[in-house]
């Protein structure tokens, strides 16, 4: 069974910085891509950015390039996003996610909201 758990959300100001963590079990990690998807309040889930098995190949959606880093530990079957330089319209709930098969995998979500 495929568990993914975020964690590291927060409250933060703008021009803040998080990093979240996903840290996966019951799947051979190394073997999928993994990505983070956010939700704001009231829109449709959207892909924020991919990064492929080894780590070397990193997609971003337009709005966070530049502000938003992926990464991945294998060892520790664990996804990161470092977010800086946050802004009020990345308030959402935040998700990792694993495809697999053809099926899509998710955590819980984290809250991360940006406000002063």
């Known amino acids: 069974q495929v568990r993914l758990v975020e964690s590291g959300g927060g409250l933060v100001q703008p021009g803040g910085s998080l990093r979240l963590s996903c840290a996966a079990s019951?799947?051979?990690?190394?073997?999928?891509?993994m990505s983070w998807y956010r939700q704001a309040p009231g829109k449709e889930r959207e892909w924020v950015t991919t990064?492929?098995?080894?780590?070397?190949?990193?997609t971003y959606v337009d709005s966070v390039k530049g502000r938003f880093t992926i990464s991945r530990d294998n060892a520790k079957m664990t996804v990161y996003l470092q977010m800086n330089n946050l802004k009020p319209e990345d308030t959402a709930v935040y998700y990792c996610?694993?495809?697999?098969?053809?099926?899509?995998?998710w955590g819980q979500g984290t809250q991360v909201a940006v406000s002063s």
């Open positions: 990064i492929s098995r080894d780590g070397g190949t990193k």
């Open positions: 996610s694993c495809l697999r098969f053809g099926l899509r995998d």
């Open positions: 019951g799947v051979t990690f190394s073997m999928y891509a």
